[in-house]
């Protein structure tokens, strides 16, 4: 009996959803989908890939939800995903079966040009007009069914924040996936069509074979063409013949660089010629009336300082609550579970200190991001996100980074995780780029544990509450202070940002879906559990393992030998009462000793041995073994140099820098060897090093983490490096200029 050969894998339909910024977009994608979507990156690169199911007549299908772009003309790495997924270039992804594209009703003319460049794909195309209720109160009425003859496809008006239209759309997409409809492309002129075909024959046939018109147009038409990234080494070559091909465009009498845009909106103004009426004079609108007050010199400034001051305090205090909770959490699960593995000591240590430490790690972090996003996506979906651009964006121009880059610097202030994910959007890479390697120099929350201890033991007790409040106050701006002339240095001389104008659309005002919001939020949150928790929780047991082995044979006796007689001399008690005494688990005398024990053990380990090699290179800045294994200690966290610090000095791991106990060890602390043995190991020049050290470095591996996955590892390497580098630079300089004024 003769075996059928298997049958093939069923093609998935795909339909590709796009449109310019502020169309409604990603709304109209959610009352389509529902709950039914995924959320991943595109293959090699950072940009976020949201799909979801969608139910036909056909079956389920895959909706993608495409980045916004306002051309295909790829300016940054969201518009050339653009241009690849809709050419079939993206991996595992075939060229869509239908685009759904989405237009501003009230600005259709403008909003056509992506669709007119997408149909040279020949792909079948639906055009949605969506938010016709703004249009409608602008006295702009389009006539849907003569606009539909003249493009060849099928148009439905929609209104997706009121869940208008949807029903049309799905039909009409089954319409089209039953008889595919296409709009009709632009005729170009001789001297486009020979610079065109110039461009495939003089492009090598292995590097030009599959290259469609619209990727060729790229080439032609775009200043910086993405499309030739992919040709490597030759793209200099090419580029020979891009020259020559813009010539031919230039003979004809045409501006290669302008060609494009006016040919496109010749051919886009016949088609829609009569489409467009305007009944009625059209009266101020909403938005400009309220823009009136928003983008005021004066007034808007006030308003936008107000408003991102209650985001920061929102990040800042009221996740505050949440995070004591998961803490709580963390500790109460630490402390059933430390029984379970009692016959285990370092067993014990691993799933407490280690796994359950390892996750608090990172879910600490959650409630500050979802609060952050849940203002983000509230101040995006009202339009007010682009005013606040607007506004800062002069503040920033001199620099090299855009109004965009405001929100991700003030968010670091609270956690520089959640700042550099609000990076995203910041359409220009190297602007974005510049952002993210600057927001950790902002002082976040993890830094002020660290100001609070140095500054109540060493501050307060000589210079009063006001001054301390004051340096507390003026730490804050320190990381600010050097973050600002980083991004100058790194735009002019390392990324070698060209200077560009800051092009941006005022979307109309609206009120938000709280539906949208909340799932913005609560995706922002999953991703970051997924993308970014495993790299922390990694780093978490590296540290542990590195603070716990070798676990030297002998430490715990000799520690406890060397207790007994030093409790014996002071309390003048013989050895057989303190050793009875420490038999009772719950005294006074055996925590100490277990205290003195977990401190000998961390000399021991690893950690402690790295500290006292690298004690030198710290040295410079004053800082004994002890303070250079709380700064290795606190990679992880910044904060985890506090605990690190109380089990050092004998106080146990459960300390804070409101313990007294601390403040009054590392007040006490003296050198034990050395030419300065005998003296303060924390004087007032040690301390500001401490805090400039703290101020600048990068001790986060969760943003370490972060930064690897939005902008590459050897990023992150090259922030740890200079941020490390500055924060030794600024210590050592305090250090060394304190010592010589004090």
Sequence with gaps: MALLPPLAPEKTIRIALIGNP??????????????????????????????????????????????????????????????????????????????ACVVDAANLLRNLFLASQAAELGIPMILILNQCDVARRKNIHIDEQLLSERLGVPVVKAVATRHEGTEEIIEAINSVLDRPRRMPVIQWPKSVNEATDLLRTAIRP?????????????????????????????????????????????????????????????????????VITHPGTAKTSRTESIDQLMVHRGWGLAIFVGMMYLVFLSVYTWANPFMEAIQAGILWLQGITEPWFAATPMLQSLMVDGVIEGVGAFLGFLPQI?????????????????????????????????????????????????????????????????????????????????????????????????????????????????????????????????????????????????????????????????????IIFAITIIVWALLYFPRTPGVETETRRAFIV?????????????????????????????????????????????????????????????????????????????????????????????????RQAVAKAKWTNGERKGSPVYTMPVVVGILIFFALCSQCGATLAIITKEAGFHWAVVSFSFMTSLAWLGAVLSYQIGIRLF
């Excluded at 890939?49 to 003309?73: C, F, I, M, Q, T």
């Excluded at 091909?245 to 003979?251: D, N, T, V, Y």
């Excluded at 014996?568 to 050895?575: D, F, I, P």
């Design 566 to 662: 030093e409790q014996a001399s002071v309390q003048n008690l013989n050895r057989e009462n303190i050793a009875a005494e420490l038999a009772t688990p719950d005294s006074d005398l055996s925590q100490q000793l277990e205290d003195l024990v977990d401190s000998a053990y961390l000399e021991q380990s690893f950690m402690g041995r790295i500290g006292k090699t690298l004690q030198p290179v710290f040295a410079p800045a004053g800082f004994d073994w002890k303070i250079t294994v709380g700064v290795l200690a606190s990679f992880p966290a910044r904060e985890v140099v506090i605990s690190t610090l109380g089990v050092i000095y004998s106080l146990g791991g459960d300390v804070d820098e409101e313990t007294g106990d601390l």
């Design 370 to 534: 979802l609060i952050l996003f849940f203002f983000i996506a509230l101040l995006e979906d009202t339009g007010y996100m682009a005013r606040a651009a607007f506004l800062m964006d002069k503040m920033f121009s001199w620099c090299g980074l855009n109004g965009k880059s405001f929100v991700p610097l003030l968010s670091s202030y609270a956690c520089a995780v959640p700042g550099i994910m609000a990076t995203r959007t910041i359409e220009d890479p190297k602007a974005r780029l510049a952002t993210i390697l600057i927001a950790p120099f902002m002082s976040c929350s993890a830094r002020l544990p660290v100001y609070v201890l140095l500054i109540g033991a060493f501050i307060e007790p000589i210079y009063g509450s006001f001054y301390a409040s004051l340096a507390l106050f003026l730490m804050h701006f320190v990381g600010l202070a050097v973050a600002i002339p980083t991004a100058f240095f790194l735009n002019k001389c390392v990324l070698r940002t060209r200077p560009q104008p800051f092009l941006l659309e005022l979307p109309a005002y609206r009120v938000p879906r709280l539906r949208d919001v909340a799932w913005r939020m609560i995706q922002s949150g999953g991703e970051f559990i997924k993308r970014a928790g495993t």
């Design 206 to 274: 292995e590097l030009s074979e599959g290259l469609n018109n619209t990727e060729l147009h790229r080439i032609l038409f775009d200043a910086d063409c993405a499309v030739l990234d992919r040709f490597g080494k030759d793209t200099e070559d090419i580029r020979l013949y891009v020259g020559q091909a813009r010539g031919l465009i230039f003979k004809a009498g045409y501006n290669p660089m302008a060609a494009e845009a006016l040919l496109q909106y010749e051919h886009l103004g016949r088609l829609i010629d009569g």
């Design 22 to 99: 502020n169309t409604g977009k990603t709304t109209l994608f959610n009352n389509l989908t529902g709950l039914r979507q995924r959320v991943g990156n595109y293959p090699g690169v950072t940009v976020a890939k949201k799909s979801g199911l969608l139910k036909l007549s056909h079956g389920n299908v895959e909706l993608v939800d495409l980045p916004g772009a306002y051309s295909l003309s790829a300016a940054s790495l969201d518009e050339r995903i653009v241009v690849d997924a809709l050419s079939g270039r993206v991996a595992g992804m075939e060229t869509p079966d239908v685009v």
